[in-house]
């Protein structure tokens, strides 16, 4: 397969198929949950955080591609943009997605003014940045795989174990409550998960379109299925699928960017998916 | 049976920053079939959520099978509104059934043939069997009420509380849902439900709580649900009793 592919290509199709299949998992009850804006606000919120990641490592003299630092960095500052929704639904009489809405615009539009001014200052350095944007698997590391895999893996046991309380928390949270399953903690048992996947796909997908990692696959998935279970397992299917033709595709016609692939295809299988579903029930 | 399955005293509860009920007391029969009835507004929902142990409440205690809400948790099962629920979920009838016992399953436990027997069984008890793989979006709204009544059932808690379970479903349904609560009853279930229609309070309920923020009056139908009272509790004269229509 190496032989193939390229060594460089067979380490990103590994991290894609494990990342592909936990966004899946998680994204069934993103989902489910209706909080796909959400997700897509948080994705957004990392921009800021990214580019100080990165002048950070650069002032410490680090490699500029030091991941930790910039994914940390991201973590923070979607973490930040979290807060700042549920202050403004909490506390004004905003709605939820006029918040969504302003710490998307707001955090993205403040990225990129750092962004602009890293580029200014310190021409060509940024190019490990971009790859965060719009997703590049071409500088990927072994070490970058192993962290990916490994919570990738993390993500989709945590679904497993939660499955039911998540599930429930979903449908009726009443029940889950009175079952023993706080609302206030399923529902950040769930962002917490959101985040952690928006986090490790940035590399993979990017930061503006990891949304569709946890919404398209679930989406499909849903067509097919009547069963959370089953919906869950197969959106896990359909990610790492896709994730993993994505990013070979993205290999063999360089300068494509891995996540504008990945979700080119994904959007097929779903319009695959309508056209089929659709014209089976409608003949039956 | 004279012990009582809830007890209330001096409960007042805010709700979005406005006192929702007030001083309110009353006690809730165990093994009878106790209305709460009272105009929209009154405070039912804020009571309900109170003894479900869901919002926080300013003064006063409540007690279920002398118990303290944290403590009683697993004794109540609630049948929410029918217009809570999303039923576009995936799930089945038998899913939903289920979820009942994920309380008692935890996190690990697998789901047993047992546990299948005994959704199996709470589905037999609401005439639903037929219907385990039927999704919910494809149910009637009376075949919807009836899968919470079974999911209630495989709770097996001693109390159900059950939030307008008559809205909205025909006549029949109605009939074959009054049933049921009765054979629970008979199972030695408590049974509370938020009731609208107050033609109906008399036939199917043995004991009727009227709120209007506070208890205007509280025990069997007989003696409570009189027409004085009941006006009391609407704050209208001339309220045309058996519709409830001023």
Redesign the interface.
């Known amino acids: 397969m190496t032989e193939l592919i390229g060594y460089n290509t067979a380490l990103a199709l590994v991290g894609a198929l494990l990342f592909g299949f936990s966004s899946g998992h998680v994204g069934a009850f993103v989902y489910l949950r209706k909080a796909s804006l959400l997700s897509d606000s948080l994705a957004h919120a990392t921009l800021p955080g990214l580019v100080i990641g990165f002048l950070v490592s650069a002032f410490l003299g680090m490699e500029e591609k030091n991941s930790w630092v910039l994914l940390l960095g991201a973590g923070i500052s979607a973490l930040f943009g979290v807060v700042v929704i549920q202050w403004i639904t909490a506390r004004t009489k905003l709605g939820f997605d006029t918040a969504i809405a302003a710490v998307l615009s707001v955090f993205f539009g403040f990225g990129i003014v750092l962004l602009t001014g890293v580029q200014s200052v310190s021409v060509g350095q940024q190019a490990g940045l971009e790859d965060y944007i719009l997703g590049s698997v071409s500088g990927m590391l072994l070490q970058d795989v192993i962290v990916i895999g490994l919570v990738s893996i993390m993500c989709s046991a945590a679904v497993m174990v939660y499955r039911r309380s998540l599930t429930a928390f979903i449908f009726d949270s009443v029940l889950s409550e009175m079952a023993g399953y706080a609302q206030h903690r399923m529902s950040f048992l769930l962002s917490l998960l959101a985040l952690v996947i928006t986090i490790i796909g940035l590399k993979i997908v990017g930061l503006i379109l990891v949304v569709a990692m946890l919404t398209i696959p679930a989406a499909t998935a849903r067509l097919w299925t009547t069963g959370v279970w089953s919906m869950s397992l197969l959106s896990a299917v359909f990610g790492s699928t896709c994730a993993g033709i994505g990013v070979i595709i993205s290999a063999l016609l360089p300068n494509l960017p891995s996540g504008a692939v990945i979700v080119v295809i994904m959007f097929i299988a779903l319009g695959l998916s309508i056209v089929v579903t659709h014209l089976r029930s409608s003949n039956v | 049976m004279s012990a009582n399955a809830i007890t209330v005293n001096e409960l007042t509860v805010d709700y979005d920053g406005v006192t929702a009920i007030e001083d309110v007391y009353f006690a809730v029969h165990a093994e009878k079939l106790t209305a709460i009835v009272g105009p929209n507004g009154a405070g039912k929902s804020t009571l309900i959520k109170a003894l479900?142990g869901?919002i926080p409440t300013r003064t006063g205690t409540i007690s279920c099978f002398g118990k303290s809400p944290k403590q009683y948790?697993?004794d109540?099962?609630?049948v929410?509104q029918r217009a809570?629920?999303?039923w576009e979920?995936?799930?089945?009838v038998f899913?939903?059934v289920a979820?009942?016992l994920?309380?008692e399953?935890g996190?690990?436990r697998r789901f047993s043939s047992a546990h299948k027997d005994r959704v199996r069984s709470a589905l037999t008890d609401v005439d639903m069997a037929d219907f385990a793989t039927r999704?919910i979006s494809q149910l009637s709204g009376g075949q919807q009420q009836r899968v919470f009544l079974a999911?209630s059932i495989v709770q097996d808690a001693k109390l159900i509380l059950l939030d307008e379970p008559f809205g909205g479903i025909d006549a029949k349904s109605e009939a074959v849902i009054v049933d049921i609560l009765r054979r629970q009853k008979q199972n030695g279930k408590s049974i509370v439900a938020v009731h609208h229609d107050l033609s109906t309070v008399k036939d199917y309920f043995d004991d009727v709580i009227l709120l209007n923020k506070t208890v205007t009056a509280f025990g069997p139908v007989n003696d409570v649900f009189t027409k004085t009272n009941v006006e009391k509790t609407y704050g209208v004269s001339n309220l045309d009793f058996l519709t409830g229509r001023a």
Not at chain 2, 89 to 92: I, K, L, R
């Open positions: 479900l869901l948790r697993k109540i099962s609630y929410p809570q629920i999303d979920f995936p799930a089945n899913d939903v979820m009942g994920y309380g399953l996190l690990l999704q999911r």
